[in-house]
DNA sequence: GACTGGCACTCGTTACAGTCGAGTGCCAGG
DNA sequence: CCTGGCACTCGACTGTAACGAGTGCCAGTC
């Protein structure tokens, strides 16, 4: 049942050369291509095995192997060593640097740099909010019962939210609001602002007592609760790389969950510590992408995580490039939020 | 050459079976569904008109005939009747409208539901800044040497960007930089403010005219020059729809369009006068695109237009019902913001 | 015991021939 | 001007055969 290091040598050939020239491998094509020193015969002995243990199969009969899932999972695991970046995809990586004037900016130069090194489908997400902090809120006057909120969180994302008020309120009313909702907010970590935003309907004058739990109410639920994360995506029409043969000849579950933010950030969001992680095949929670592969991690300054990135494809695909990849531009990322 | 209405008639009939059935119509198969009151051998004449015309084609010598580029367009043009919205989509209509809390909330839900209504690729442009005006501005001090601008539209938009200080600048200051720059710039429209940032420089008292310059640099550049469309898209699985029979089999030049913020900007953002434009085939100017149609139009409060949306999908598309829902979408979308 | 060469076997791919039928163009007649 | 009839075209489908990549197995060798 163990897998001694040639059965091992063999997996990692087929992953390589199928990755690489997409056709099902066969034993004669093995031997040939990598020194494995011993004939075909015995290769395909291996392959037996390799098969057995689930981690090739053959599409059919009298055709080559081709990873399963399991295959790649191991290939991940224990076979691929790091591929170092090339001098062109760091610089590269330097040169979406420099210019970059706006979150909006850094994330959609990002997401289409992903997209354009790795040749995928690229995911970035917003800085969360939840472990933003709150910068500075400002309250603009739309009319005597309306008022837009604005939040400027430390990431440099900016949220807006209409407030319908229960009456009129005179301008200066609003700085007094404004001035209040400063001091007790401002610097706070969003996710320790409700039990502040209460306390400050509590403390508030009696006469924007009404006036400021409106504003709390709709604090909370934009702020808070309502998790407004965002997401940028580049490169779709990688998908239609290699033909239709990957994705079994239908883009359309991989395009349906693409539409869906909330898939997008299970992919890619769940940050867990700074480790980068592969998601396989099957492995995926989500049936449309079964698929699917794909390589994510988080970002952010330093040791802390405001957000994930990632990229998305077919199960053969690079997995050594596309996690140093993944790895470099979130490193990059994440200085360049450090600097604001 | 002239058509006479029997020729019409068959063009229609043409058109109709064609985008419904997806399948070359044939003569007998024409004369079966409609009541043409003629034979086939008598259609077929008509068709060979149509055909010598430009009008149909043929894919095969055995094959029926399909409407080309300019018989889609003469078809919209003179042929098909305006299509009533069905009750059920009226009703989506409305319910979509309720609940939405923010710009991006009505930017996303409208083109979800363009997306779902058309059954196509839709694409939403936000209100566009160039016919904005200025609600307000705000500064937010990030350290001594940096600031936030945010700028707020009359349309709800929020723009924000970073401004390098020349030098560090005392809050107070900050303060009085605010308080400039919105008494001469609130309530104007943003396609007017380039004299008016030029004149708040010239104005400024001594002490801040630096700061205010570069102010000044960024405004422009940010507010004015680079024009900051953004846009919403949604459906792109619409576009498997009809397994690959649309789009000549590859969906690869259609999904690198989308990507393309230009391109759809041209596509829906040229807003001429409130008419609903219809671009078929190879009358669009983009290569990528010769196989796709948009139908189109601007949207806004009352008479004035703020941005586009429109549906891309494939030229054998419903032009009537898909017209009737880009209309009936930007109007509900104009009453919406109207009440803003 | 591990490896190898050889061989029979499987089965997808390709090529080719033949049939079928939808659809056409044309023509003679009403 | 319309119609029925007819010969014709050509793609779609079917069946057959040859091909060959790749395998599994086995007997033989080191």
Redesign the interface.
């Known amino acids: 049942m163990g897998l001694d290091d040639r059965k091992l040598a063999v997996l990692r050939a087929i992953v390589e050369d199928y990755v690489s020239t997409q056709e099902p491998v066969g034993s004669k094509a093995l031997v040939e291509r990598h020194q494995l020193g011993v004939s075909p015969a015995t290769v395909r002995n291996d392959m037996a095995v390799l098969e057995e243990e689930g981690y090739i199969r053959q599409p059919h009969t009298s055709a080559g192997r081709v990873p399963t899932d399991r295959g790649y999972r191991l290939f991940v695991d224990r076979l691929s060593r790091v591929k170092p970046l090339s001098p062109a995809e760091r610089r590269a990586i330097e040169r979406f640097l420099v210019g970059a ?3 909006d900016d850094v994330v959609h130069r990002t997401v289409r740099l992903l997209a354009q090194l790795t040749r995928q489908v690229a995911v970035v997400q917003y800085p969360s909010l939840a472990r933003s902090s709150v ?2 809120l ?1 309250l ?1 006057p ?1 009319s005597t019962t309306r008022l ?1 909120l ?1 939040m ?1 969180a430390d990431t ?1 994302r ?1 949220e ?3 407030v319908e008020l229960p009456g009129p309120v005179p301008a200066d009313d609003v700085m007094d609001l404004r001035r209040l909702v400063n001091e007790k907010l401002a610097g706070e970590r969003l996710s320790d602002t409700p039990p502040l935003v209460q306390a400050l309907v509590e403390e508030a004058p009696a006469g924007l007592r009404p006036t400021m739990a409106t504003l709390a109410t709709v604090l909370l639920e ?1 702020l808070v609760e309502r998790h407004e994360e965002r997401i940028a995506l ?4 990688n ?2 790389r290699g033909g ?1 043969l990957d994705f079994q000849g ?3 579950p991989i ?2 969950a ?2 869906e933010e909330v898939v997008l950030l299970k992919l890619i969001g769940e940050t867990e510590p700074s480790t980068t992680r592969v998601l396989i095949g099957d492995e995926n929670e989500f049936d449309n992408l079964r698929a699917a592969s794909v390589v994510s991690t988080g970002y952010g300054p330093g040791t802390t995580i405001l957000g994930g990135l990632g990229v998305l494809g077919p199960t053969r695909m690079d997995y050594p490039g596309n996690i140093a990849t993944v790895r470099a531009v979130a490193r990059y990322v994440g200085e360049l939020l450090a600097q ?1």
Not at 234 to 237: S, W
């Open positions: 004037v706006d979150l910068r500075h400002e603009v739309i837009m604005v400027i440099g900016v807006q939210r209409l934009t580049a490169g779709t029409a998908l239609t239709l239908s883009l359309r395009l349906e693409l539409e604001n």
